[in-house]
């Protein structure tokens, strides 16, 4: 299997996982486009979806699935998106379609954040995968000089604006030891907007796609 059958395979996966009626939170990437594919195919009949991203957005609505803004809810029961890199407690890296801040937004509106990912995401310790920012652009270099104080190398994603208007930095070297730590350190530097680890919005499932089926982690 190659990696858009396991990225069809977990897709397919998180249907389990959609309540029917419910308002449903939609991520980003290869994987969730996929997946919108999947609930189009289902007849799962939703209220509604909250979206992560323009992307997004343009393949709910072209599979008939109405978009609300985030505003519209109090809370979602479920949301689905992929990784860039997921740890075994559930921590990730997240950003690599440039759609951190959004998703970050709506992973805090939700209960549960079913991860779904092909089994090359998964590691053991975050940072192998360039590390997204999505930063306010007048801060780029202090925000560069901060993380090489961390060990890290920092450079703006070229020609990269996100669906906010900003810019996102791409740091390489780092080793995530306490994603938790790190990211409460990293979110308060000003000119952040977002960092794109995500522990305190971790998964809560994890469906990953192997050669062998789909492995959940709970
Ligand atoms: C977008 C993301 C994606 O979830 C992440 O990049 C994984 O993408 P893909 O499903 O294409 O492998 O965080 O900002």
Request: net charge negative.
């Amino acid at each position: 299997m190659d990696q858009t059958e396991l990225k069809r395979l977990v897709a397919q996966a998180a249907l389990a996982y959609v309540e029917p009626g419910s308002v449903l939170g939609v991520g980003t990437g290869s994987t969730v486009d996929l997946f919108i594919d999947a609930l189009a195919a289902s007849g799962i009949a939703l209220a509604g979806a909250v979206s992560s991203s323009e992307r997004s957005s343009q393949r709910l609505a072209a599979a008939g699935i109405a978009v609300l803004d985030a505003s519209s809810v109090e809370r979602l029961g479920v949301y689905v998106d992929g990784a860039d890199e997921i740890d075994p407690q559930g921590n990730m890296v997240k950003g690599g379609g440039a759609a951190l801040t959004r998703e970050k937004i709506v992973a805090d509106l939700a209960e549960r954040f079913v991860c779904i990912a092909d089994e090359s995401k998964c590691v053991d310790v975050l940072g192998a995968f360039p590390l997204p920012v999505e930063i306010i652009p007048m801060a780029a270099a202090q925000l560069s000089r901060r993380f090489a104080a961390l060990g890290g190398t920092a450079q703006v994603r070229q020609g990269c604006v996100t669906d906010n208007g900003q810019h996102i930095l791409d740091v390489r070297g780092l080793r995530i030891t306490d994603p938790l730590a790190f990211e409460a350190e990293v979110s308060q530097w000003p000119g952040v907007v977002t960092v794109g680890v995500f522990a305190r919005h971790r998964a809560r499932v994890a469906l990953i796609g192997t050669p062998q089926g789909v492995r959940t982690r709970l």
